[in-house]
């Protein structure tokens, strides 16, 4: 225990919850001390010289002379890497079966001795020494990685050199490549228990390098971004203990996803391997030291497990697609929760509940969905209602749904150890709880007290937990949202979560929590979505997740968590949206207003309107800190709040758009400056603006006081959507932000559906700078089940002075057709 833990422990021992964190601390510390092996004396191994190679489908395999290294590209173009015998399986990661080989490629010799698969998109040279170049068709290089390094346990033969020998062996008696024989002999990719089943982990290095003007993005959620620079990032989720703010890391949800954008081109590289561990970034300089370029450093350092990764290449939106493709499409969440949501800790009962809800009807305010929080459980316990508070739930549920709110519920995955209680009981008869490796259930401290948790990877009991969604269907509720899944064990000193000697049942693999930690909380997000979908088919789940891992998206999205209430809050709110798009995972949103304070009335209404924009669309905040509703904050902020809920109503046909969008191709909803510009180095570092799809540019204000700013405009004709005034980019211009609203620009050309005032949908369109503009997409809403939507596509022309628009396969547009903007004399009209 260090200084730092011991005022932590002095402040959370007075009272009885504060003891069992204390006490929960100290049965943490010594369960891994018993279950865990100590680290002694280790070695370091690298690969040494090349030996040979075999051809594989999709690559082949490259021998060395104290490892071997699998390359491999799927039919999509992405490319496999790994060694010591990894393969892609298996992975919590993909969705599925890995996907096919590349028939068409070749390995062949290179140059300097070493070996080199070609491919119609990408080719990747490896070195006489273990390095890997990845390369562009015509040959310049998007990353070097340098050969990795392993750290293993001293004494006896290391694990990568017995995999080496059996290779050689079996290559030598039945010609099987080196790779596959290595993958039975480390046990990394043929799925045995290997290091992470309680015994010392090798620890392993990966150092790479990038061009010198290549910016980096992604890792997750992260409050400092979304560029993310010079520093450590570590991956390992992690409640931070209160509210966070830009300089706090690491966070709920953390993931090995790089995506590296240079001039000579983009890349997603993403490290399959759930163990902690910390990537270091270091951005180039171009010209640094007698006019040579430094480049960009990336170092990969991780406590365990296999090393082997995944390398996209393209423009972002086809990297993004190829992501997408690998780990699952985003799921689209029902039409209703695109709206406005409003969320709390500490709704005194259900005649508040009322009270908020006819607040906003009164006013003429839109509310699609309300939040209950662990205040509505009876004790803190999950799957209860406190029946004295809240006596008719179903009712209230009922009442509120026919005037069109629906009810959410908080889900916590932490069990109260109590005898009689349902859950326990039930998952007890189960055997679904975590236990150590003496094989008592692990017990923590969470909000019910003294908990048990669910061990998510094992896929028994994910059927259990799934089929008690039962209960809060029973209860009016219409979705979920997964918090302090982590997983939190409250601890006065040391790591807030499950012993790392915890056992985990990893799909029938059997390990510990160092290798299940990550990947708890994507775990029961799949349960949760699995019976939502078993229990109500005919409805697509509706389920967000404050923690997770890659491949989260397939099951839902995420929120921000208890991010500070203050500016440099409200400018990490953006951040973490922007890097979990980027990191695969579209749909998300902040506290409105911050978690753990009372905002003042600007600051409230700054992050009300940034809040519009974005994906999920949600006030909230913790018990103790002011109320979140519009009316609380004075008229001329009720006024404005008013004034963005109505624009996000009108633009919930193009949110939809965005949703199944995001489902077909793996576009996020809110995309970084640099989407469609990825060589435009001054949009790389443009942080205080987003695209919201393909046809608006939002730029909100994120500093006190400001009324005016400034904003970086990428190529082509920009319309400011207040004024009609045309800007034409690339450049900056300076706008008025007042306090009723702040700057948002539409493409020029962009048709962008919209709710009509007659309840249907029209196009907006904005006159293209040319002859003939980019248009746009409507999917047109199939409701909230699992129809398959109608795409129609438009093109937006200047025709004699006048502006047209054109529906594919069609006469007219079929929609009614608006022109913003600098319109030209002429009515539109539709062809």
Not at 348 to 366: K, N, T
Not at 662 to 685: E, F, Q, V
């Amino acid at each position: 225990m260090d200084a730092r833990d011991l005022v932590r422990s002095v402040k959370v021992v007075g009272t009885a919850q504060g003891l069992r964190s204390l006490r929960s601390a100290w049965r943490r510390r010594r369960s891994d001390a018993v279950g865990l092996p100590r680290r002694g004396p280790e070695r370091a191994r690298v690969p040494g010289l090349v030996r040979g190679a075999y051809p594989e489908p999709g690559g082949g395999v490259v021998r060395f002379a104290r490892s071997s290294l699998r390359v491999r590209v799927t039919a999509g173009g992405a490319v496999f890497c790994g060694w010591d015998g990894a393969e892609p399986e298996p992975s919590y990661a993909l969705d599925g079966p890995c996907p096919d080989a590349d028939e068409r490629v070749r390995l062949e010799p290179d140059t300097d001795g070493g070996w080199r698969v070609v491919a119609e998109r990408v080719t990747v040279a490896v070195s006489r020494n273990g390095a890997v170049e990845v390369r562009t068709p015509g040959g310049v290089v998007l990353r070097r990685d340098l050969p990795p390094r392993w750290w293993e346990p001293a004494g006896g033969d290391a694990p990568g050199a017995d995999a080496q020998r059996q290779a050689d062996a079996t290559a030598q008696t039945d010609g099987q490549t080196d790779g596959q024989a290595g993958a039975r002999a480390d046990g990394h990719g043929a799925g045995g228990e290997g290091p992470g089943a309680g015994g010392v982990a090798a620890r392993w290095e990966q150092r790479s390098q990038v061009a010198a003007d290549a910016r980096f993005f992604g890792l997750g959620g992260r409050a400092a971004g979304p560029r993310l620079r010079d520093g450590s990032y570590r991956l390992w989720n992690t409640d931070p203990g209160g509210s966070f703010g830009p300089g706090d890391d690491p966070l709920y949800l953390t993931m090995p996803v790089q995506l590296v954008v240079a001039d000579a081109g983009t890349h997603l590289v993403f490290h399959d391997n759930s163990w902690d561990g910390t990537i270091t970034l270091r951005e180039g300089e171009e010209g640094a030291g007698s006019g040579h370029d430094r480049p960009g450093r990336c170092r990969t350092r991780m406590e365990g497990g296999p090393l082997r990764s995944w390398v996209i290449v393209g423009p972002p939106a086809r990297v993004l697609q190829g992501w997408a493709a690998l780990t699952g499409a985003a799921a689209v969440p029902p039409s209703w929760a695109l709206g406005y949501h409003h969320a709390r800790w500490g709704f005194g009962d259900q005649e508040e509940v009322r009270r908020v809800v006819a607040g906003y009807r009164e006013r003429e305010l839109p509310l699609s969905a309300l939040h209950l929080d662990i205040d509505h459980l009876a004790g803190h316990r999950v799957f209860t209602v406190d029946a004295a508070r809240f006596p008719d739930l179903p009712g209230l549920a009922a009442e509120l749904r026919e005037g069109g709110t629906r009810l959410v519920s908080i889900v916590d995955p932490a069990v109260k150890a109590e005898p009689g209680n349902a859950a326990y009981d039930s998952g007890a008869a189960q055997d679904a709880f975590v236990r150590d490796t003496r094989g008592r259930e692990v017990r923590g401290v969470v909000w019910p007290g003294e908990a048990v948790f669910p061990d998510f990877t094992d896929p028994r009991v994910r059927k259990w937990w799934g089929g008690l969604y039962a209960e809060r269907l029973g209860q009016g509720f219409s979705g979920v949202w997964h918090d302090m899944n982590e997983p939190v064990s409250f601890a006065a000193f040391g790591d807030p979560t499950l012993p790392r000697s915890a056992r985990h049942a990893l799909e029938g693999r059997g390990g510990d929590h160092r290798e299940a930690h990550n990947v708890y909380g994507l775990a029961m997000a799949r349960a949760g979505y699995e019976g939502l979908l078993e229990l109500q088919p005919e409805e697509r789940p509706f389920l967000f997740s404050r923690s997770g891992w890659a491949g989260l998206q397939r099951y839902g999205g995420s929120w921000s968590g208890d991010v500070a209430t203050s500016w440099p809050g409200l400018r990490a709110s953006l951040s973490l949206v922007l890097g979990l798009g980027l990191s695969g995972v579209p749909y998300s949103g902040p506290d409105v207003g911050g978690f753990t304070g009372s905002p003042s009335p600007e600051l409230y209404l700054r992050w009300f309107q940034l809040a519009s924009y974005l994906p999920l669309f949600r006030t909230h905040s913790a018990i103790w800190a002011g109320r979140r509703e519009p009316w609380e904050f004075g008229q001329p902020v009720l006024e404005h709040a008013a004034a963005a809920l109505r624009e996000r109503q009108r633009l919930l046909p193009y949110f939809v758009t965005l949703a199944h969008e995001a489902r077909r191709t793996g576009a996020p909803y809110a995309r970084p400056m640099w989407w469609r510009w990825p060589k435009d180095r001054a949009l790389r570092d443009c942080e205080d603006a987003f695209l919201l799809g393909d046809a608006l540019l939002v730029a909100p204000v994120l500093e006190e006081g400001a009324e005016r700013r400034s904003v970086r405009l990428p190529r082509g004709r920009w319309y400011d959507t207040a004024t009609g005034r045309a800007y034409e980019g690339p450049g900056q211009v300076v706008l008025d932000a007042p306090l009723s609203r702040v700057p948002v620009l539409a493409r020029a050309g962009a048709v962008l559906p919209v709710a009509g005032a007659g309840g249907g949908v029209e196009l907006e369109v904005w006159p293209p700078a040319q002859e003939r503009g980019r248009g746009g997409t409507l999917v047109v809403d199939p409701g909230d089940g699992w129809d398959k939507p109608e795409v129609v596509r438009f093109t937006s022309r200047l025709r004699d002075g006048e502006v047209v628009v054109e529906r594919d396969g069609a006469a007219e547009p079929g929609y009614p057709v608006r022109v913003r903007g600098q319109a030209p004399e002429k009515r539109p009209r539709g062809r």
